[in-house]
């Protein structure tokens, strides 16, 4: 099926998605019912993910599809509408000027590149960042901190980032889907991945071990824990407490200004190039 061959179904469950990105699964089906309802086409809750199928084999040829993954703050199913042309954020954050995109990829950077797993900024440290902005000629752009605080806010209602209680601003499941191959490929091995599901987390725990590169999403671990009266990390088998964390929690205060992490590399490359890791900012 091409999108010339959508019905009245898939065009109007397309409009209603295309306003907000990402839903429930729940709220997909419910959409779904709504979409037949209105339609008059016979609705079946065992159709949908045919459906879903039907819409991602149309639109293949504009680069965009349906995925779907589980929110890492609380484990629900959830469905996207995603941009699969993701190599470049240009081409996927459309509505953003060149600044504005600058902007964007600095604070992105920030957040994965934070200290200590944290995978987070605050939101006077995403502030200051906005006066140290370049373009790729290496020129300074200018972006006053009111115009900052504005654009933080429609990042957020865009569904980029997430903004918690305490103010801290983490990637969205917008991002990570919509943002997975430029990530990965920007990113490497620092864009961990959960050792149970091999989605990129962001939100979760790791294991106690130092040496251990055992990380897993919260909704992970409740699952593989679950039926265990002594809960061991499946990568290295020592004791799992669930305590040490990736991420912060929605409460918790991020620090006033961006640290980012050393960068991880093979020691054989290091070894070659002779150079030592990168210092942070």
Known sequence: MTSSGFKDTHRLFLQVVISRRLMTEDAAQDLYSQVCLATQEQYSEDNFADFIGQLNEGLNSVEFEFRRSQDETNGDP????????????????????????????????????????????????????????????NKALTLSKKDADALLDRYV??????????????????????????????????????????????????????????????????????????????????????KLLIGLSDNTTAPSSVSRRRVRRDPQAGADEGEGDEEDE
């Open 78 to 137: 959830i469905i996207a509408l995603t941009n699969t042309n993701g190599q470049k954020i240009a081409q996927v954050a459309t509505s953003y000027s060149p600044t504005e995109l600058e902007y964007f990829k600095h604070l992105l950077d920030a957040i994965v590149m934070a200290e200590d797993d944290a995978y987070c900024i605050s939101s006077t440290a995403a502030l200051n960042e906005s006066g140290k902005l370049k373009n790729k000629e």
């Open 157 to 242: 209602a865009d569904k980029w980032f997430i903004k918690s209680k305490a103010g801290a601003l983490s990637l969205s499941m917008r991002s990570l889907l919509e943002l997975q191959t430029y990530l990965k490929e920007t990113y490497g091995e620092q864009m961990q991945e959960c050792t149970l599901c091999m989605e990129i987390i962001t939100k979760g725990q790791r294991c106690a071990t130092s040496a251990c590169a055992s990380r897993l999403h919260h909704h992970c671990a409740r699952t593989y824990f679950q039926n265990m009266n002594n809960p061991a990390c499946p990568t290295c088998n020592n004791p799992w407490n669930g």
